[in-house]
Nanobody, 133 residues
Framework: QLHLVESGGGLVQPGGSLRLSCVASGFTLDYYAIGWFRQAPGKEREGVSCIGGTESDIYYADSIKGRFFISRDNAKKTTYLQINSVKPEDTAVYFC??????????????????????????WGKGILVNVSS
């Protein structure tokens, strides 16, 4: 059974940094694209960054480009989201999700398309990132 668990969230001051981790179990991470999504209070879930089968298949939302960095370690079955220079508007519950890479048309589509978002093969339960002084 596919399973994803996020960790690394918490309270962080504006301008600070943190690294989120998404650990996979029950499947071989190599064959899956992983996306990081976030949902702020009262807002829809949005794609933040997605990574495909190789490091060249990466998408970043414009709102976080240059501050967030996604990476993956297939041997550790873990995907990371490094968040730098955090802003209050980054406050949200962050989720990771998995989609079989062979079923992804483009990495951008995986992150921005509602159709993909509604058909992920696995979602984590989410973790809160709270940016506050």
């Amino acid at each position: 059974q596919l399973h994803l668990v996020e960790s690394g969230g918490g309270l962080v001051q504006p301008g600070g940094s943190l690294r989120l981790s998404c650990v996979a179990s029950g499947f071989t991470l190599d064959y899956y694209a992983i996306g990081w999504f976030r949902q702020a209070p009262g807002k829809e879930r949005e794609g933040v960054s997605c990574i495909g089968g190789t490091e060249s298949d990466i998408y970043y939302a414009d709102s976080i480009k240059g501050r967030f960095f996604i990476s993956r370690d297939n041997a550790k079955k873990t995907t990371y989201l490094q968040i730098n220079s955090v802003k209050p508007e980054d406050t949200a519950v962050y989720f990771c999700a998995a989609k079989r890479w062979a079923h992804v048309s483009t990495i951008e589509a995986m992150c921005v398309s509602g159709l993909y978002r509604n058909n992920m093969e696995c979602w984590g339960k989410g973790i809160l990132v709270n940016v506050s002084s």
